[in-house]
Antibody, heavy 118, light 110 residues
Framework: QVQLQESGPGLVKPSQTLSLTCTVS??????????WSWIRQPPGKGLEWIGY???????YYNPSLKSRVTISVDTSKNQFSLKLSSVTAADTAVYYC??????????WGQGTLVTVSS | QSVLTQPPSVSAAPGQKVTISCSGS????????VSWYQQLPGTAPKLLIY???KRPSGIPDRFSGSKSGTSATLGITGLQTGDEADYYC???????????FGGGTKLTVL
């Protein structure tokens, strides 16, 4: 069974870039079985899909965030990463990584809280 | 405001049945598969239902899904206190070109 673990700074200053990494175990990113997604959830609110990447490097982003998002993959480390630029307090959220076959999310990481504050 | 509309809360007694609705449009539910997720307090969401009505391995048959037109429904029978959670529906929206979720429904087992 695939397991995912998010990691990265828990505090980011406004206008800076949020950077997170998702480490995959129990399966290979290069298997081609999944797209690899990032999803976020502001405190007390609902879920928002950020985007996903395939092992080949092809990406698809939520149009609402596209101008600020970059998702990349490192198959040698079995990791994929998220960068979100020009953050504001509205980007404060729990960020999850997840596997995405056929427009659903099968396996999720435990999530990591990122707070945007000076 | 979410693209998919869910009731904010539902409640029922232990042992009873409850349904949670998810309403959308032809650009999302009407032409794409729906999935459902359970989020227990303080934990990550968990896939309950996919492709409208299929259950992943390990999900009990107390949980069921259905779809009709531009709406989907999650059903839970034999309610247990451990079912208290937030439930989200999700699908692809062709107009937005994005994966979208409902706003979530909080289930209380009285």
């Amino acid at each position: 069974q695939v397991q995912l673990q998010e990691s990265g700074p828990g505090l980011v200053k406004p206008s800076q870039t949020l950077s997170l990494t998702c480490t995959v175990s129990g399966g290979s990113i290069s298997s081609g079985d999944y797209y690899w997604s990032w999803i976020r959830q502001p405190p007390g609110k609902g879920l928002e899909w950020i985007g996903y990447i395939y092992y080949s490097g092809s990406t698809y982003y939520n149009p609402s965030l596209k101008s600020r998002v970059t998702i990349s993959v490192d198959t040698s480390k079995n990791q994929f990463s998220l960068k979100l630029s020009s953050v504001t307090a509205a980007d404060t959220a729990v960020y999850y990584c997840a596997t995405t076959p056929d427009y659903r999310f099968d396996y999720w990481g435990q999530g990591t809280l990122v707070t945007v504050s000076s | 405001q979410s693209v998919l509309t869910q009731p904010p809360s539902v409640s029922a007694a232990p042992g009873q049945k409850v349904t949670i609705s998810c309403s959308g449009s032809s650009s999302n539910i009407g032409n794409n598969y729906v999935s459902w997720y359970q989020q227990l307090p303080g934990t990550a969401p968990k896939l309950l239902i996919y492709d409208n009505n299929k259950r992943p391995s390990g999900i009990p048959d107390r949980f069921s899904g259905s779809k009709s037109g531009t709406s989907a429904t999650l059903g839970i029978t034999g309610l247990q206190t451990g079912d208290e959670a937030d439930y989200y529906c999700g699908t692809w929206d062709s107009s937005l070109s994005a994966l979208v979720f409902g706003g979530g429904t909080k289930l209380t087992v009285l």
